[in-house]
């Protein structure tokens, strides 16, 4: 055993800086950029038919870009001058497959990605990233409950097992989610964060509820990927050919009718990515233990 | 229920478990140290994933929903379904070498990925936390360099029915700088194979790092006793249980589809089968490092058949391919032409036009367009059904495709080796010691979400 302590520090420490600098690896992404000026398309069609084009639109299998939206219900003036293009990605349902891209030779160019985490957890892009956190932003006093540890509880409730394979990642050396005082706990009862991920299958849904029953207040819910905010690439499948629209509603945490006073009444953070990168889910970790979302 | 003696208790595990893990329900009947008897229930996570294939639109769509329905093993089951597909048109002899030996090597790559976490894992579970954080240490390093070349760190989005998504490889640097399209294509085509030589390199070093981490592993008593004789399986029963993947191999039972059924170009190869006949963790441990070894020697194989074995010619035709498949994700288009083409009942002649005309609407040239055509000409729906298997890193993956109605296919199947594997598993845990249960379990590497589909 002696031999492995000796192999360990001369391994030396792999972490990174993460929390005090942006020292992220070559290939991360966090969000997605939406530059409407560079869209060709989506200006000359505008100034020229009076339509967006929607080429982007159809392709998107998540319904996660709504031109057509934001267009009917603002001045198409505004358009062509780019004042009001933002939402038109919404990261909430965008599972980051690329065929926007793919399609439309002009959506290529407008989007691009932004390897910047904020400090909650949205970016100053051009996309739809208004992530409605139920908690308040601490305006000016921040709630310190949770600044010397957090104690995280997972649930999977259907997710693909990419999501828990990044969760678990957060505990290799190069995250290393210890050195930063937060811990995944085996009770509930322990717990100050429940980190959900999956797209809260009914039979999972019963459970949830017990856990959330044992979880002390103080706490907060964390949806981490794309299927308990929005369902994914699942939503919209439960009430098709041979399911039963009751039984299997695949549309995510957030959009379940069940969930209706939960969600008036607990704190929860959304961590969109499919599956999401472990950088995402240890910022929004660290939002919550320095306090950054008010109760 | 259990038939308990005086003595005997029972308790249950899950469906939320300690730590990070998938929902399943496991019910014991023990008498302090013995397992007598385990129940395993899964289906707490069933997405309905076959429904919503086919509430799909195209077939691009039901190929990622196969990737997520288990995203660890996202390239084996999205494999699976395009050999099937590609089987039901009638494309499999076809394709070009080039998009066989890029499949094969994200095929291998992700096996290595998935045996070297597992390595982990089992580490972990004999409480030697240095190698299992080393092994992590380098599972993440290899996912990084997926997502700096993929563009997704469990390689999703890179196999289409009919080839490769080359945009998706060469897409990533394209995005981040933000520049002109033509360029980042059209003035080094021979870059995309550049990326799978630091993918090789990179690999390598870390392969030179985890030898030695598995050499000192090996080293350790500590670790090799407590896997040697836990979990043992016999071969006669385990093959009878319809064993898979590692859990066969361990037992002696060659089952690997890249050597009894070759598809791409396994068959050229000559792979030997990694066997070990103990059945014990231990054997499963080997046939992991083994595997481990046996893919980097085809990761090396097919960057070397992919660089220097091709002329300019192929690199050109693979990069043509891969552009008009993937480039302006011209198969949604397809699928749409092969509809309109079905519903209007017209000859080939009209569906050229078709697909002209979705060209001209995106404001590229024709020129590229050949390859395309001539390989879904076949793809005229017929009552036949379409057969892909893959083998994945823990077991064959096998789809089945048909009803094909000019968009998406309407009967469509995929299996998993974990079922078969879970039945393994509840049948040689009983009488086991309850200490050993969590080596065991992690030796077989369940996915829960591949079950409960």
Redesign the interface.
């Known amino acids: 055993?002696a031999?492995?302590?000796y192999?360990?520090l001369k391994?030396g420490i792999?972490s990174v800086n993460f929390p005090k600098e942006n020292d992220f690896?070559?290939?991360?992404?966090s969000y997605l950029k939406f530059d409407a000026d560079?869209c060709l398309n989506y200006k000359e069609t505008l100034t020229a038919n009076g339509l967006p084009c929607l080429?982007c639109q159809e392709?998107c299998?998540t319904g996660a870009i709504d031109i057509l939206n934001s267009y009917d219900s603002k001045n198409s003036a505004n358009y062509a001058n780019g004042a009001e293009a933002k939402h038109i990605i919404d990261i909430k349902k965008c599972?980051?497959?690329?065929?926007c891209?793919?399609?439309?030779?002009n959506i290529?160019?407008a989007?691009?990605?932004s390897n910047f985490i904020g400090k909650d957890n949205t970016n100053e892009a051009n996309v739809k990233n208004d992530i409605k956190n139920n908690v308040k932003k601490s305006g000016k006093k921040k709630f310190g409950f949770f600044k010397k540890s957090l104690f995280v509880k997972?649930?999977?409730?259907?997710?693909?097992?990419?999501?828990?394979?990044?969760?678990?990642?957060l505990?290799?050396?190069?995250?290393n989610m210890h050195r930063l005082g937060i811990f995944?706990t085996?009770s509930?009862r322990f717990a100050d964060v429940i980190l959900l991920s999956?797209?809260f299958?009914d039979?999972?849904s019963e459970?949830f509820y017990n856990?959330l029953d044992n979880t002390p207040n103080p706490r907060f819910i964390i949806l981490a990927g794309v299927c308990p905010i929005s369902g994914?690439?699942?939503s919209?499948?439960?009430g098709?050919?041979?399911?039963s629209e009751s039984l299997?509603n695949?549309c995510g945490f957030l959009n379940n009718k069940k969930n209706g006073d939960i969600l008036k009444t607990e704190n929860i953070i959304l961590v969109p990515g499919?599956?999401p990168?472990p950088f995402m889910i240890l910022n929004a970790l660290l939002s919550v233990k320095s306090g950054d979302f008010a109760i | 229920m259990f038939k308990k003696f005086l003595g005997d208790y029972e308790f249950i595990w899950g469906p939320v478990k300690k730590g990070v893990c998938e929902s399943s329900y496991y019910h014991f009947l023990t008498s302090s140290e013995e397992l007598h008897e385990l129940d395993i229930t899964l289906g707490y996570k069933t997405r309905n994933a076959m429904n919503a294939a086919k509430g799909k639109r195209n077939l691009y769509e039901q190929i990622l929903i196969m990737e997520r329905i288990a995203g660890t093993h996202a390239f084996a089951a999205s494999l699976s379904y395009c050999l099937a597909a590609e089987d039901y048109f009638g494309l499999t002899g076809k394709l070009p070498d080039c998009v066989k030996l890029i499949r094969m090597f994200f095929a291998e790559l992700e096996r290595l990925r998935n045996h070297i976490e597992n390595l982990s894992e089992i580490s972990g579970s004999t409480y030697l936390e240095v190698p299992s954080s080393l092994y992590a240490y380098y599972a993440e390093k290899i996912k990084q360099i997926s997502s700096e070349i993929v563009f997704s760190r469990y390689l999703m989005g890179i196999n289409t029915v009919g080839g490769v998504r080359l945009y998706n490889l060469s897409g990533r640097e394209f995005i981040m700088n933000n520049s002109n399209k033509n360029n980042a294509f059209t003035d080094d085509k021979a870059a995309d194979f550049k990326r799978f030589e630091y993918i090789a390199t990179e690999v390598g070093s870390y392969i030179k790092d985890i030898e030695k981490i598995i050499k000192q592993n090996s080293e350790t008593k500590s670790h090799i006793d407590r896997l040697k004789t836990t979990g043992k399986i016999n071969a006669e029963i385990a093959e009878k249980l319809h064993a898979e993947g590692v859990v066969a191999k361990s037992a002696g039972i060659n089952r690997d589809l890249r050597l009894k059924h070759p598809y791409l170009l396994y068959k050229v190869l000559a792979l030997k089968p990694v066997l070990y006949n103990d059945g014990d963790a231990l054997s499963r441990y080997l046939v992991r490092i083994g595997e481990i070894r046996q893919s980097f020697d085809i990761i090396k194989i097919c960057f070397e058949k992919l660089t220097k074995n091709m002329s300019k010619q192929h690199i050109d035709d693979i990069h043509e391919q891969g552009k008009n498949i993937g480039d302006t994700g011209k198969l949604q288009h397809d699928m749409r032409s092969i509809y309109n083409y079905g519903s209007s009942g017209s000859g080939n002649n009209s569906r050229s036009d078709n697909f002209s005309g979705s060209n001209n609407d995106d404001g590229n040239s024709d020129e590229h367009t050949g390859v395309e055509r001539n390989l879904f000409l076949s793809g005229v729906p017929h009552n036949k059904y379409g057969f892909g298997s893959v083998e994945s890193s823990e077991g064959p993956i096998f789809c089945i495709t048909g009803g094909f109605d000019g968009k998406i296919f309407k009967k469509i199947n995929i299996k998993y080796p974990f079922e078969n594997n879970f039945r393994v598993f509840k049948h040689f845990t009983k009488n086991t010691m309850m200490m050993d249960f969590n080596i065991n379990e992690t030796s077989y590497n369940f996915s829960v979400a591949a079950c409960d589909k």
């Open positions: 055993m031999i492995w302590t192999n360990g391994f792999k690896y070559e290939g991360f992404f560079k080429k392709a299998p599972i980051y497959c690329g065929l891209v793919s399609e439309c030779s290529a160019e989007v691009s990605f997972h649930i999977d409730s259907g997710s693909c097992g990419a999501c828990e394979s990044e969760i678990a990642a505990n290799n050396p190069y995250y995944i085996p509930p999956g797209v299958t039979k999972m459970i856990v994914g690439i699942w919209g499948s439960g098709l050919a041979g399911g299997l695949n499919c599956p990168n």
